[in-house]
């Protein structure tokens, strides 16, 4: 049964990354993944807490970046703000988290090729 919620949270993280540019963002979509993520993470209160924070702080940086810049500059400043927001993340998790968050990542990133091709 927790392969099965590991996989239907891959599968709904896959379309959501596959479409993110062509569907705008909703607050009720980032709710439910966000939900299946502590679930599957079984994250902490303090870290729930901690991972609210650095999401608004991650909301500002992009929304000063639409602002700030355009095209290929915009790309690369949402690039660096999301890298700054994944490597916090994984700072706010325990080591056994980090190894499910991580592979829930790679298999992602596997399921996007896969779709992307």
Do not use: C, D, W
Request: charged share 20%.
């Amino acid at each position: 049964m927790k392969n099965f919620t590991l996989a239907l949270v891959l599968t709904l993280s896959m379309v959501g990354a596959a479409f993110a540019h062509s569907v705008p963002a909703t607050k009720e979509n980032n709710l439910v993944v966000n939900r299946q993520l502590i679930k599957v993470l079984s994250l902490s209160e303090g870290q729930y807490i901690k991972l609210k924070g650095l999401e608004k702080m991650k909301k500002q940086e992009v929304e000063e970046a639409h602002i700030v810049a355009k095209g290929i500059e915009l790309e690369l400043l949402l690039e660096q703000i999301n890298t700054r927001f994944e490597e916090g993340f994984l700072n706010l998790l325990k080591p056994a988290q980090q190894t499910v968050y991580l592979s829930l990542q790679n298999e992602i990133s596997k399921s996007n090729t896969l779709v992307l091709k």
